[in-house]
């Protein structure tokens, strides 16, 4: 315990770790409160590109946790800050919730389906064979296959779902190319939590 008193910065992961579902974890409020109270520097990290920061804080706010939006960082706003060093102001075909699809907007990027710099692919309930037959012709033509995260499923209240691993897989096997992810455990998305945190 002292070690972990010790530490100035803390990156947290969400689900299964401060809720499970729409139910808080045991212990979870008491370290939120903890970390506020000894002014420690922190921040949410989540591989899901669903929400938005604004969503995950109202959730949060919901089971009785108070924090700020720029305590937030998802897979979704590292995938948007990743591709816009690579391809600013690029276009993308996306296969994903709004808060995936705003992140990329506010990085600079327009939605294309005709000819997208990249595909790009997060968790969402809004998947069906249209969108995959799009998104194989697209990497086809020469876009590049993104993934969010890497994850081949999720915790849900219902038990587990498909997550992005599994949702991008069919677009792969059709083109024979690997998609690139983001997400944890990618050390990417980690260097973008640590910088935002502003913590070593």
């Given at each position: 315990?002292?070690?972990?008193?010790?530490?100035q910065?803390f990156?947290?992961?969400?689900?299964?770790?401060?809720?499970?579902?729409?139910?808080?974890?045991?212990?979870?409020?008491?370290?939120?409160?903890?970390?506020?109270?000894?002014?420690?520097q922190?921040?949410?990290?989540?591989n899901?590109?669903?929400?938005?920061?604004?969503?995950?804080?109202?959730?949060?706010e919901?089971l009785?946790?108070?924090?700020?939006?720029?305590?937030?960082?998802?897979?979704?706003l590292?995938?948007?800050?990743f591709?816009?060093?690579?391809?600013?102001?690029?276009?993308?075909y996306?296969?994903?919730?709004?808060?995936l699809?705003?992140?990329?907007?506010?990085?600079?990027?327009?939605?294309?389906?005709?000819?997208?710099?990249?595909?790009?692919?997060g968790?969402?309930?809004a998947?069906?064979?249209?969108?995959?037959?799009k998104?194989v012709?697209?990497?086809l033509?020469g876009?590049k296959?993104?993934?969010?995260?890497?994850d081949?499923?999720?915790?849900?209240e219902k038990?587990?779902?498909?997550?992005?691993?599994a949702?991008?897989a069919?677009?792969?096997?059709?083109?024979?190319?690997h998609?690139?992810?983001?997400?944890?455990?990618?050390?990417?998305?980690?260097?973008?939590a640590?910088?935002?945190?502003?913590?070593?």
């Amino acid at each position: 315990m002292e070690v972990l008193r010790r530490k100035q910065g803390f990156i947290i992961d969400m689900d299964g770790v401060i809720y499970h579902g729409n139910n808080l974890l045991p212990g979870a409020k008491d370290f939120v409160n903890w970390l506020k109270a000894e002014n420690k520097q922190f921040l949410f990290l989540t591989n899901s590109s669903e929400r938005s920061q604004k969503e995950l804080q109202q959730k949060l706010e919901r089971l009785g946790i108070d924090v700020g939006e720029e305590h937030f960082y998802t897979s979704a706003l590292a995938t948007a800050g990743f591709l816009a060093t690579q391809c600013p102001d690029g276009s993308v075909y996306v296969i994903g919730e709004a808060g995936l699809t705003n992140a990329l907007y506010n990085a600079g990027f327009s939605m294309n389906d005709v000819s997208p710099d990249y595909v790009v692919v997060g968790d969402t309930r809004a998947y069906n064979f249209e969108k995959i037959e799009k998104a194989v012709h697209l990497v086809l033509k020469g876009a590049k296959l993104i993934g969010t995260n890497a994850d081949m499923t999720g915790p849900s209240e219902k038990g587990i779902v498909p997550s992005t691993r599994a949702l991008v897989a069919p677009i792969e096997l059709a083109t024979g190319k690997h998609a690139y992810f983001v997400g944890k455990p990618n050390p990417l998305i980690m260097r973008h939590a640590l910088k935002r945190l502003g913590s070593k």
